[in-house]
């Protein structure tokens, strides 16, 4: 079984936990629940190393020395990939993965810095049920089996195919209204947690096919990157090529070769 690389996207504007986060402190730096951050909590999540390899977090400049610091505190070792600018998440996770792939990474878990989750056991199940789909080039994600009509979620749509514990998605649907929100959970339709399973070369390859520029942008970036110990600055000219968009309307849902795992740990993006 190979070992999962995480990469750990860090960005964000502090807005919406106004004023305990701001952009100078973020919440995922802030101890909301408990003593320990959300980043504490997302590394110590990925923490088995004999399931993950040395996470990857994808940050900018204002964020890199927090994200060091906050990883020494609990004695974790990570790599740090510095964006020029910010770009949405497509240009920052296809970046992340491209450098992955130059340290022979097999497979990729992309998830946020900022969400809580409960049961780390069963977020670690989930990850080793997606495994079987990445090796045969599909693109995971965790479905949450929702609690209740919430509209400020995206949706996705399992279909009938399954390999092992992961069904082929048929659709991600966009936050909806509280109506259509209960048809939803009726009909089956899972919350979009936006943690994504993939080996480089697939991401980067559907990447290409529906946003080329984006691709070409983001391996140029870290083709003429510069690095300094465990932190790699990419190429500013390459990664400012990049189209500004979400990893979700670039590829995820434009793509063919995503599955979802039902997650059996509890979440919420502790955003409002």
Known sequence: MPLITPVILVGGSGKRL???????????????????????????RVADRSLFAKPVIATNDSYRFMCEQQAREIGMEIDVVVEPQRR??????AAAAAYARTLGAEAVLAMASDHMVIGVEEFRAACRDSLPAVAQGGIVTFGIPPTEPKTDYGYIRPGGEHLGAAQKVTAFVEKPNAQTA???????????????????????????????????????????????????????????????????????????????????????????
């Open 88 to 93: 949405d998440s497509g240009p920052a996770m």
């Open 18 to 44: 106004w004023p305990l986060s701001r952009e100078s402190m973020p919440k995922q730096f802030v101890p909301l629940l408990g003593k320990q951050s959300t980043f504490h909590q997302t590394l110590l």
């Open 182 to 272: 209960l048809r939803y959970i009726q009909e089956g339709l899972m919350w979009n947690a936006s943690y994504f399973l993939f080996a480089p070369d697939t991401l980067l390859s559907e990447m290409a096919r529906f946003e080329p520029a984006m691709a070409a942008a983001a391996e140029e970036a870290v083709a003429k990157a510069r690095k300094t110990g465990s932190t790699v600055f990419l190429d500013a000219d390459a990664f400012n090529k990049a189209p500004a968009k979400s990893i979700d309307y670039a590829v995820m849902e434009r793509t063919d070769k995503c599955w979802v795992v039902p997650a059996k740990f509890r979440w919420s993006d502790l955003g409002t």
